[in-house]
């Protein structure tokens, strides 16, 4: 059973459903958020899983990341998932945590990596999109993917309602890629994700 933490910023709908989808292969064993008021510390709390507050303002980002790290490492995380955090971490970090550390990103990577990945999927016509769980590298969303999932955007879809379809996938898809990496299935080699 793989002790796992979960980094968050705001609401948490990812958090919820892998606190939900926990079974033998992994625990939630702190989630940290870097917003003192984010809605997923309250799904947190309520699942009794404890919680750290690590606040981002008024430090560099080394510092900041220092901080985190301390905190996963005292928890004695062995995975680092990020769900809606929404700070870019720094490459001493990410190669500290290299190959136990994955995102999920709302577009099929390596399409749409970045911010307002909706607005961007309906203002370029495309008729589909989706959701990718990827390893965490240096590069921002460019990781190796573990899984993916697409999803039809509507010519009727505003950001908002494509966010609501890819969110549906990605709650279904972020469980399914940790427990892969929780049972070793799926492996970070020579920036391949490998799977067995
Ligand atoms: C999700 O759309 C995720 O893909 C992106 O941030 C959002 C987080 O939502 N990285 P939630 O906080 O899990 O509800």
Redesign the pocket.
Known sequence: MKRVAVL??????????LIAAEDGSYKIILVVSNVEG???LEKAREADIPVAVIPHQGKTREAFDGEIDRALRAAGAEIVV?????RILSDGFVRGWEGRLI????SLLPAYKGTRVHQRVIEAGETQSG?SVHFVVPELDAGPVIAQTGVPVHPSDTPETL?ER??EV?HRLYPEALKLLAKGNVTLKNGLAVFS
């Open positions: 968050i910023s705001g609401r948490g709908s990812n958090l919820r459903s984010a809605g997923g990020l769900a809606g955090f929404m995102n999920i990103h709302p959701a966010a890819v969110l990605e």
